[in-house]
């Protein structure tokens, strides 16, 4: 349940982010936009930078997954780059 909340909150930042710069972004806009209460955020991450590169671990993780060999990882590190302009407005915006 837990990994299910922080995408959850790592959805509803992305979400956000298409809309305003993260200086503007609250955590109770996040909780808001989420479906939670804000004490439920800060059961998972400390504050919204945390979540950030949380949430850019994850993406990248996701990105270099199954590439890790000597022969797959030109793929992974494709991967990565890829992964960096499909969210773009979030990597602009943070």
């Excluded at 922080?6 to 909780?31: G, M, V």
């Excluded at 850019?56 to 991967?79: M, P, S, V």
């Amino acid at each position: 349940m837990s990994q299910i909340t922080k995408r959850a909150l790592e959805q509803s930042l992305k979400n956000l982010l298409l809309q305003k710069p993260i200086t503007k972004i609250t955590i109770n806009d996040i909780a808001e936009d989420c479906g939670i209460n804000r004490m439920t955020f800060y059961y998972h991450f400390k504050d919204i930078y945390d979540l950030v590169e949380w949430s850019c671990e994850e993406d990248a993780r996701k990105a270099i997954e199954g590439n890790k060999t000597y022969g797959t990882w030109e793929q992974g590190f494709l991967n990565v780059f890829y992964a960096v302009r499909d969210n773009k407005p979030f990597i602009l915006n943070v």
